[in-house]
């Protein structure tokens, strides 16, 4: 039997892969060019540039690391602290606490401020924490992938930066859904996945380092512990006039999110912005008439990460064989709950291409007929 | 102007990447579907059980690694040292020496044997560096892409594993284009890349690990400092009942690598590495005509990667403005040396599906024209 086999066609309402757009896997199927030749770099300047513009950045070091959102976090940590430096991590939910575990594995003394799931980050907490730590790096989740809660970023990272520590954001599941703004909140390094609002297969995770970040990478007393993920060695690949030979970028990856991208611009990022709102609102609207709750305080709502409260219709009959219906006999995948959360809500996804009124109705046609 | 741009058609006669398979651009193109569906969970174990007959193994822990072969190196090494643990490695090309710095910085005491390149290592001087520091772990390349030097493996694998060492071996460029096997050979891990002789886009490593291998990660006294390429992690996606997420697997990449080994088993593994030796044998019996000269001795010349000593008339007109020519005029990739061996020889690529007499003579007639 060969292993590709006819797979079914799946509406992605989970957390992230979300569908990709036909003109991303068409982009995809584009025949390969080298990593060296000059199209070829032409064409990672040119996303290097709409990536700024996405993460609201002028920052030089943007660009598409070669491998998931995990991967940028990793680098992210791993070239900003050396061994036995001190970092504050805001935990809220799975992310945080992935942060929090990269940074212990990179020799980091590591201080987390908690918050219960479903809630934001407390400022005020966070700020204490860092004038009490004096902590080298600062980083807390923008979007929480595991709860659905969008964090307010200024008044920690003003705090950070008030105590010279740097800041990095997770915008796995916010970017190119909800607005990020990298220099206005004073970040210095973010990262984020192809497969939630670019609508583009997992496989690349566009990282942003400030000007700062790099200055800090430089004067280093010890080598960055990961070859890979060096953002000094990653430099003298993604820019410069020499384009030394790091790793071989994934050709393919790089043409489907440079697509992903180029649909972002054209649409606009208020327009696309205003279109996950909206789809997240009819939504709630729907699945409120079925008896689901938001966990997340209105204020505080992720639209591209719905995560709800199950009616007690769901719990009598199981939430995962209700799940199991939803992609068996409607081929609609939509997300379980993670750790405290397992079995308790959901989390249903709308991005990027699936942020759209057709696929929130489809999906609240399916739960009708499951849920009747 | 948008991102993505059209590119233009590349022979790409480099070290990597090479042309994908027009069926391996179409599985790319499919709709996507979770990483967590059971149909992917299904591709996944059949596209482990590819890769095994590739490897030449029963390991259990074989997979498609989320990131390019320099992180499925990286994997490797990080999860089979702590610091302070003893490492022997092989150094006679780029990718040696990329092994000894990145386990330098997984905190191991590195020993390196050095051989020139353009040669093989020595097999009693890696047993006597092995005998004298007694190491965790012995590693080496079998397919030196940096010299096209293939490196006969068995008698430093038994060295290695007669002090009781495990043993670490890089086959990029060799997996699916010459023999490789890892159970035979007494091998404890070993990584590829998607981009060589398997012709799929860059961006995926495959790796595999002995059981041996996975029971030392098991007994480790302190975590693997990478969170992402941490084995005991990903074997809980990968395998087990669970299937508990880690990252979010690539999953287009993934078909792409299913229908690359697809392509393989259908041709069978004798079969295309005899074609990869004719290749080879037509391309320099061409260039040998045209004054170029084979860097390595024949009894250990790779196929798929023909390192060659560049005639006076090249250098005449200037080594890189006739590759330039080349990819501008003909629309042909060669890549350039590296290390001590830049301006000195071109390696020439015919992995995968460009190991093909037409493919030879399209180069050798593009040569002919800008070299008469």
């Not at 479903?118 to 966070?126: F, P, Q, R």
């Not at 003003?158 to 105590?163: D, I, P, S, V």
């Not at 060695?233 to 992903?260: D, E, F, S, W």
Request: glycine fraction near 10%; charged fraction near 25%.
């Amino acid at each position: 039997m060969p292993i590709l086999q006819p797979l079914s066609e799946r509406l992605l309402l989970g957390p992230g892969p979300s569908n990709a757009h036909a003109s991303v896997l068409e982009a995809m199927s584009r025949p390969l060019v080298g990593h060296l030749d000059p199209e070829f770099i032409s064409l990672l300047e040119r996303l290097k540039e709409g990536l700024r513009t996405l993460f609201g950045t002028s920052n030089a070091m943007t660009l598409p690391l070669s491998a998931t959102g995990s991967a940028g976090m990793e680098a992210a940590l791993v070239n900003l602290l050396e061994r036995g430096d001190r970092i504050v991590v805001g935990v809220n939910g799975v992310f945080g606490g992935r942060m929090a575990e990269v940074a212990r594995r990179a020799g980091a003394e590591v201080t987390t401020v908690e918050a219960d799931w479903g809630h934001t980050l407390d400022a005020s907490e966070m700020a204490e924490a860092i004038e009490r730590v004096r902590p080298r790096v600062v980083s807390f989740v923008h979007a929480e992938t595991s709860t659905g809660v969008c964090q307010p970023v200024e008044e920690i990272a003003r705090a950070a930066r008030e105590a010279d520590a740097m800041v990095v954001l997770d915008c796995v599941t916010s970017l190119a859904g909800r607005p990020v703004e990298l220099d206005a909140w004073g970040i210095d390094a973010a990262y984020s996945g192809s497969q939630k609002c670019l609508s583009c297969p997992p496989g690349l995770s566009p990282v942003s380092f400030s000007d700062r970040a790099i200055d800090f990478v430089g004067k280093r007393e010890t080598s960055v512990q990961s070859w890979f993920l060096d953002l000094s060695l990653l430099a003298n690949y993604y820019g410069g006039a020499q384009r030394v030979y790091h790793h071989t970028a994934p050709i393919t990856a790089t043409y489907g999110l440079a697509a992903g991208v180029d649909l972002v611009l054209e649409e606009g990022l208020e327009a696309r912005y205003a279109r996950h709102e909206a789809a997240s609102k009819r939504l709630l609207e729907g699945l409120d008439a079925l008896g689901f709750e938001p966990l997340v305080a209105e204020s505080n709502r992720l639209p591209m990460l719905n995560a709800l409260r199950l009616p007690e219709r769901v719990h009598s009959i199981g939430e995962a064989p209700v799940r199991a219906r939803l992609l068996d006999e409607f081929g609609i995948e939509v997300g379980a709950g993670l750790g405290p959360l397992a079995g308790e809500i959901w989390r249903v996804g709308l991005m990027g291409e699936n942020a759209r009124p057709e696929t929130v109705d489809r999906l609240l046609e399916a739960l009708r007929k499951i849920l009747d």
